[in-house]
């Protein structure tokens, strides 16, 4: 890859951004990440934030709005 990834194990950035907290499924609370991509432009300034990502589609719609910031 071109582009620095981050490992965020002690989920420290996730937390500043509200990418993490209580969820549920089945019935049961834990704690875990919510669903999010961050565009970052090439300045490293955040771009666009998509919240609750659905996988389906997704792809599509970030490669068009870093397609969008390229030009």
């Not at 965020?8 to 907290?21: A, I, M, P, R, T």
């Not at 565009?39 to 970030?62: I, M, R, S, T, Y």
């Amino acid at each position: 890859m071109n582009f620095p990834l981050l490992a965020d194990v002690g989920h420290g950035v996730l937390e500043q951004l509200g990418f993490w907290g209580e969820r549920e499924r089945d019935g049961k609370k834990f704690m875990g990440v919510f669903r999010s991509t961050v565009l970052v432009g090439p300045d490293g300034k955040v771009e666009q934030v998509w919240n609750n990502v659905n996988f389906q589609g997704h792809a599509d719609e970030v490669l068009a709005a870093i397609q969008a910031i390229v030009k």
